[in-house]
């Protein structure tokens, strides 16, 4: 998952939490919100630590053609 679509889930997951008052048998809409922003969260924040990891990697380029 990016980091905008972790952020998408998160802004998604807060309005079906906080703003929508529809009810449905047998499915909580706020419970659902809440749970997609924990996706959102949980998301984002593997994204951002996988940035900061490839951000740190070093490649060692070996430019003579004879060895390996």
């Known amino acids: 998952m990016t980091i905008g679509g972790s ?3 998160i802004v ?3 309005i079906l ?3 929508v008052e529809i009810e449905l048998a047998g499915l909580d809409i706020g419970t ?3 749970i997609m922003m924990i996706g959102g969260v949980i998301g ?3 994204g951002l630590s996988m940035r900061q990891r490839a951000a740190r990697t070093t490649r060692v380029v070996n430019d003579d053609p004879g060895t390996y």
């Open 44 to 46: 984002l924040v593997v």
């Open 17 to 19: 939490a906080f703003a």
């Open 32 to 34: 659902v919100g809440v």
């Open 7 to 9: 952020i998408g889930l």
């Open 12 to 14: 998604l997951g807060a």
